[in-house]
Nanobody, 127 residues
């Protein structure tokens, strides 16, 4: 069983940057593809970004390209999501997700592809 714990959220002003972290309780973290999803108030959860198990490939939803960077530190079993130029539309609960993948290049981007989920962390942007 893989446990995922998100951190770094909270109330922040528009225009600044924020970095979310997701720590995984698994020894073979390097074999897991990692993703971030978010759910805004009144909306369905959506894919935001993902990174392959090898770390060599990333994928972003078109609406956030250029503002968001996903990265990973396998030595610390942690994945990060940096969001720049925050705006009120980024207000959401952000979820970290993981799936064991032998492929070092494939990037899952839909919810059913992920086996493990964090509890989510609230990010609220004030204008």
């Amino acid at each position: 069983q893989v446990q995922l714990v998100e951190s770094g959220g909270g109330l922040v002003q528009a225009g600044v940057s924020l970095r979310l972290s997701c720590a995984a309780s698994v020894r073979t973290f390097g074999n897991y593809a990692m993703g971030w999803f978010r759910q805004a108030p009144g909306k369905e959860r959506e894919f935001v970004a993902a990174i392959s198990s090898g770390g060599g490939n990333t994928k972003y939803v078109d609406s956030v390209k250029g503002r968001i960077t996903i990265s990973r530190d396998d030595a610390k079993s942690t994945v990060f999501l940096k969001i720049g130029s925050l705006n009120p539309e980024d207000t959401a609960v952000y979820y970290c997700a993981a799936v064991f993948l032998r492929s070092r290049w494939y990037i899952p981007s839909t919810e059913p592809e992920y086996a493990y989920w964090g509890q989510g962390i609230q990010v609220t942007i004030s204008s």
